[in-house]
């Protein structure tokens, strides 16, 4: 029967969703459906969901508007879903291995997004106890069939709205958990070698069964699956993507990685001049450790100083084999078994090469690991995601299981420079740009029908290295995660690019550093260069030397979220001065000539409203780092009048608001949630005074161009340029 209302849901949907309906029109026949089709429908989730907006209202609100049965403007939407939810996420067991620690990070990372995440423990293991110690960790294994349908109804009742499947093994626990009404997103890592070797097969189809998505980590586990799982099961549930970096080195981003190669070397015993080759994971077969051996040991013939490490535990038998061989090649001494290690920045940035010898492995986060700090990687081909990632992008890949093709690959990366700082550098860029953890975990959150707003945090740095660590703290703290942090540093004559390396860390999401080797010549480029580089669907613009409360962000993105027409949203600012001492509680002192009203209660305006109220005056945003902008419009604007905005020096921000208005309508939020950092020796203070004078009489003429002003608009307009032209003495 859940199976019969699952695809009765799926396909009242589809069909929903393709009918050319207006907004109102989709809203009455949704009435329709639920009330007509409740008896089977009413398990589903969609129908829970709709139960509830009845119960509290929102479709009572709704129904007002969809009875004009016009399309509802633009500026009304639906009450948007809340950003926090409780969620589940099942391990299936708490061993030291990749998918364990993908699982204890992905809790981590949840909870910083500030969502309520419970631990759902199949099995015990070494870090059962630090899951313990960050989230409610309930032991599965300790309840019966029984007991175990209970607590899945309790989960349901207590608001837990989806369960995250961490690998195949809750296959054989999810029912429960399906039939209480939860949502399911299965995580899958495993390859068909592993499935068969510990009989998951059946797992595997009741997991795929029981879910609402399945997340699978590479094109090598999509092959694997599509020959285990019968298609129609896979119909619209299949999502290919793999789980970004969630390690954090200290080293990452450096380029002079002279000291942990130094304390490698030295952990190890050997010399300076050592070439050391790398491996993390638990030694076996599956993982290839043999084969690593027998590699190192023609390696060792043509380089002497061949050192290989290999860190983790491993699995006795298979030890003793390895052992016997390096025995016999007479390398004992040069494969260093160093056991299990939590401490591995100086390993894999120490190393010259990583060695991924997997006969078998699915995503390897050891290979983001190691291509993070510049690590070039070898691996055999068709063995899996970490083989494909790196093939030709940032490392070597050889015929599946040939040796001696794999010890040359080795020695090659190892040998020459110029191939391994070309790989460092591609390897580098791939994780920055690709495999982002806090962008992995939002699509999770997207799959358990959690919004996730993606707002992107562009940080233009000149000589501002002072106020980065508390900037970045506040960015950080913003109540609505960042998707990203990204600090274009433009060329900085002081330590701001140290400054952010020494404390990335310890921001969330770690920020992304974008170094000019020559300065741009305007701030506005870096503007534009951020909007290319940024994958949110909302732009902060957030200057080095502001701040903000940390409910800035979910203020404005709830306002452009709420009202699709809006292309950018804005909040009241305090200024402070270079201490930190605030100068004014607000800008309304700034604006009272325009109006003693307007800017102390929310509004929204069109562009041209905008520009009538003031934008035609004045610059009424005093300060971008008030602003969150909607990225597909600002990235229009800075581009089709790129040259235009960087010939001003001034005024090139009240430029850009003038032409994004031009694309849809502005908020503003009267609360001062942004703090504007005002210095005594300002850009503006030192400008010659004809520029500016020049620059705000430009600005206002675009405005009369772009809008129809109204005639005392256009007086003000000129009273105001004839002001500042007194005050600078220009008259």
Same mark, same amino acid.
């Given at each position: 029967?859940?199976?019969?209302?699952?695809?009765?849901?799926?396909?009242?949907? +589809?069909?929903?969703?393709?009918?050319?309906?207006?907004?109102?029109?989709?809203? +009455?026949? +949704?009435?329709?459906?639920?009330?007509?089709?409740?008896?089977?429908?009413?398990?589903?989730?969609?129908?829970?969901?709709?139960?509830?907006?009845?119960?509290?209202?929102?479709?009572?609100?709704?129904?007002?508007?969809?009875?004009?049965?016009?399309?509802?403007?633009?500026?009304?939407?639906?009450?948007?879903?809340?950003?926090?939810?409780?969620?589940?996420?099942?391990?299936?067991?708490?061993?030291?291995?990749?998918?364990?620690?993908?699982?204890?990070?992905?809790?981590?990372?949840?909870?910083?997004?500030?969502?309520?995440?419970?631990?759902?423990?199949?099995?015990?293991?070494?870090?059962?106890?630090?899951?313990?110690?960050?989230?409610?960790?309930?032991?599965?294994?300790?309840?019966?069939?029984?007991?175990?349908?209970?607590?899945?109804?309790?989960?349901?009742?207590?608001?837990?709205?989806?369960?995250?499947?961490?690998?195949?093994?809750?296959?054989?626990?999810?029912?429960?958990?399906?039939? !209480?009404?939860?949502?399911?997103?299965?995580?899958?890592?495993?390859?068909?070698?592993?499935?068969?070797?510990?009989?998951?097969?059946?797992?595997?189809?009741?997991?795929?069964? !029981?879910?609402?998505?399945?997340?699978? &980590?590479?094109?090598?586990?999509?092959?694997?699956?599509?020959?285990?799982?019968?298609?129609?099961?896979?119909?619209?549930?299949?999502?290919l993507r793999p789980q970004g970096l969630f390690t954090r080195s200290r080293y990452r981003g450096l380029d002079d990685l002279s000291e942990p190669r130094a304390n490698l070397r030295r952990k190890l015993g050997v010399s300076e001049q050592a070439v050391v080759v790398l491996a993390v994971g638990f030694g076996d077969l599956r993982k290839g450790l043999d084969l690593?051996?027998?590699?190192?040991?023609?390696?060792?013939?043509?380089?002497?100083?061949?050192?290989?490490?290999?860190?983790?535990?491993?699995?006795?038998?298979?030890?003793?084999?390895?052992?016997?061989?390096?025995?016999?090649?007479?390398?004992?001494?040069?494969?260093?078994?160093?056991?299990?290690?939590?401490?591995?920045?100086?390993?894999?940035?120490?190393?010259?090469?990583?060695?991924?010898?997997?006969?078998?492995?699915?995503?390897?986060?050891?290979?983001?690991?190691?291509?993070?700090?510049?690590?070039?990687?070898?691996?055999? %081909?068709?063995?899996?995601?970490?083989?494909?990632?790196?093939?030709?992008?940032?490392?070597?890949?050889?015929?599946?299981?040939?040796?001696?093709?794999?010890?040359?690959?080795?020695?090659?990366?190892?040998?020459?420079?110029?191939?391994?700082?070309?790989?460092?550098?591609?390897?580098?860029?791939?994780?920055?740009?690709?495999? *982002?953890?806090?962008?992995?975990?939002?699509?999770?959150? %997207?799959?358990?029908?959690?919004?996730?707003?993606?707002? *992107?945090?562009?940080?233009?740095?000149?000589?501002?290295?002072?106020?980065?660590?508390?900037?970045?703290?506040?960015?950080?703290?913003?109540?609505?995660?960042?998707?990203?942090?990204?600090?274009?540093?433009?060329? *900085?004559?002081?330590?701001?690019?140290?400054?952010?390396?020494?404390?990335?860390?310890?921001?969330?999401?770690?920020?992304?550093?974008?170094?000019? %080797?020559?300065?741009?010549?305007?701030?506005?480029?870096?503007?534009?260069?951020?909007?290319?580089?940024?994958?949110?669907?909302?732009?902060?613009?957030?200057?080095?030397?502001?701040?903000?409360?940390?409910?800035?962000?979910? &203020?404005?993105?709830?306002?452009?979220?709420?009202?699709? &027409?809006?292309?950018?949203?804005?909040?009241?600012?305090?200024?402070?001065?270079?201490?930190?001492?605030?100068?004014?509680?607000?800008?309304?002192?700034?604006?009272?000539?325009?109006?003693?009203?307007?800017?102390?209660?929310?509004?929204?305006?069109?562009?041209?409203?905008?520009?009538?109220?003031?934008?035609?005056?004045?610059?009424?945003?005093?300060?971008?780092?008030?602003?969150?902008?909607?990225?597909?419009?600002?990235?229009?604007?800075?581009?089709?009048?790129?040259?235009?905005?960087?010939?001003?020096?001034?005024?090139?921000?009240?430029?850009?608001?003038?032409?994004?208005?031009?694309?849809?309508?502005?908020?503003?939020?009267?609360?001062?949630?942004?703090?504007?950092?005002?210095?005594?020796?300002?850009?503006?203070?030192?400008?010659?005074?004809?520029?500016?004078?020049?620059?705000?009489?430009?600005?206002?003429?675009?405005?009369?161009?772009?809008?129809?002003?109204?005639?005392?608009?256009?007086?003000?307009?000129?009273?105001?340029?004839?002001?500042?032209?007194?005050?600078?003495?220009?008259?």
């Open positions: 029967m859940a199976s019969l209302k699952a695809l009765v849901g799926r396909s009242l949907r +589809k069909v929903y969703h393709a009918l050319p309906l207006s907004w109102a029109m989709r809203l +009455k026949l +949704k009435q329709l459906i639920f009330r007509g089709f409740a008896p089977v429908l009413s398990g589903t989730h969609a129908y829970r969901r709709w139960d509830q907006q009845v119960s509290d209202g929102s479709v009572a609100e709704l129904a007002a508007i969809a009875a004009t049965d016009d399309p509802a403007p633009l500026s009304v939407a639906a009450p948007a879903a809340p950003l926090r939810a409780k969620l589940a996420l099942i391990s299936h067991d708490a061993n030291p291995h990749g998918a364990q620690y993908l699982a204890l990070n992905l809790v981590r990372e949840l909870q910083r997004m500030h969502q309520d995440v419970e631990v759902l423990m199949q099995n015990g293991g070494l870090l059962e106890p630090e899951f313990e110690a960050i989230a409610p960790l309930h032991r599965l294994y300790q309840m019966d069939q029984a007991e175990l349908r209970a607590f899945a109804v309790r989960l349901r009742e207590q608001g837990v709205q989806a369960v995250i499947a961490n690998t195949t093994v809750p296959g054989l626990v999810i029912a429960p958990f399906r039939e !209480a009404g939860l949502r399911v997103v299965s995580l899958i890592h495993e390859l068909p070698g592993i499935i068969a070797k510990y009989g998951l097969g059946q797992a595997l189809l009741d997991l795929v069964d !029981a879910s609402d998505r399945v997340v699978i &980590s590479s094109e090598a586990v999509r092959k694997g699956v599509d020959g285990l799982v019968p298609p129609e099961a896979l119909a619209g549930k299949l999502i690593l051996a027998r590699a190192a040991a023609i390696a060792y013939r043509s380089e002497p100083n061949l050192h290989v490490v290999w860190v983790g535990n491993h699995e006795d038998e298979v030890k003793q084999d390895v052992d016997r061989m390096l025995e016999e090649a007479g390398i004992a001494s040069r494969f260093h078994f160093v056991g299990l290690d939590f401490d591995t920045d100086d390993y894999y940035a120490g190393a010259d090469v990583y060695a991924l010898p997997s006969r078998e492995d699915p995503f390897p986060s050891v290979v983001l690991e190691s291509l993070s700090v510049g690590t070039p990687v070898v691996a055999f %081909e068709g063995t899996g995601g970490g083989a494909d990632l790196v093939a030709d992008r940032a490392g070597l890949t050889v015929r599946a299981f040939d040796v001696d093709a794999y010890a040359q690959a080795l020695l090659r990366i190892c040998r020459d420079g110029e191939l391994r700082a070309r790989y460092a550098r591609a390897g580098r860029d791939m994780v920055d740009t690709e495999y *982002s953890f806090r962008r992995y975990a939002q699509d999770l959150l %997207e799959l358990c029908e959690v919004p996730a707003p993606r707002v *992107s945090a562009i940080v233009p740095n000149y000589n501002y290295a002072h106020y980065l660590p508390h900037r970045l703290a506040t960015l950080s703290a913003q109540t609505l995660p960042l998707t990203e942090i990204l600090v274009l540093d433009d060329a *900085s004559s002081d330590d701001s690019v140290a400054v952010v390396q020494a404390h990335r860390g310890s921001y969330h999401p770690e920020p992304m550093i974008v170094r000019n %080797e020559r300065n741009s010549g305007s701030v506005f480029r870096q503007w534009l260069a951020g909007a290319r580089r940024a994958t949110g669907e909302f732009v902060w613009i957030a200057e080095a030397d502001d701040e903000a409360r940390p409910e800035m962000v979910e &203020s404005l993105v709830g306002a452009l979220r709420a009202d699709t &027409s809006l292309v950018m949203a804005y909040c009241q600012s305090e200024a402070i001065d270079a201490d930190g001492v605030v100068i004014a509680a607000d800008y309304t002192g700034y604006t009272d000539d325009l109006s003693r009203d307007r800017w102390r209660s929310a509004y929204t305006a069109t562009g041209a409203e905008e520009a009538i109220a003031g934008l035609a005056i004045k610059n009424t945003v005093p300060n971008v780092s008030a602003a969150v902008f909607r990225r597909e419009a600002l990235l229009r604007v800075l581009s089709e009048h790129e040259d235009e905005i960087v010939s001003y020096r001034v005024a090139g921000d009240w430029i850009v608001y003038l032409r994004l208005l031009a694309l849809g309508r502005i908020h503003f939020e009267p609360r001062a949630l942004n703090r504007h950092r005002r210095h005594t020796s300002s850009v503006t203070a030192a400008l010659d005074l004809q520029r500016h004078y020049d620059e705000v009489v430009a600005a206002q003429a675009l405005a009369a161009r772009l809008y129809p002003l109204k005639e005392e608009t256009s007086v003000a307009a000129s009273n105001y340029a004839a002001h500042l032209r007194e005050h600078f003495g220009l008259a």
